[in-house]
């Protein structure tokens, strides 16, 4: 699958996870959830997984990575965005 095609599957995930509240996107820390969709040369794998963004939920400040691939040579190397969120639903 192209990059551009594959940027704009992790863009579009990014803004979707975006309008999820707080307390959903927390549900990803040490439960990362592994998405594959498509087939043959039309197939990708989306990764979400969240964590601490100053590693000890001192601010509670969720940092929400994603990352995607399409099974062949980019699962070494996957696109990767994330994004930060406060606690009141604020993205940083």
Not at 12 to 35: A, V
Not at 64 to 84: K, N, R, Y
Request: contains cysteine; negative net charge; glycine residues 6%.
């Amino acid at each position: 699958m192209k990059k551009e095609r594959l940027k704009s599957l992790l863009n579009d995930k990014i803004l979707e996870l975006q309008k999820l509240p707080y307390e959903e996107l927390c549900k990803f820390i040490d439960n990362p959830r592994c998405e594959e969709h498509g087939e043959g040369d039309n197939f990708y794998q989306i990764e979400i997984e969240s964590f601490w963004d100053d590693g000890k939920r001192r601010t509670k400040n969720l940092r929400v990575m994603v990352t995607i691939d399409d099974g062949g040579i980019t699962a070494f190397s996957p696109l990767a965005e994330s994004f930060i969120v406060t606690p009141d639903g604020k993205l940083l």
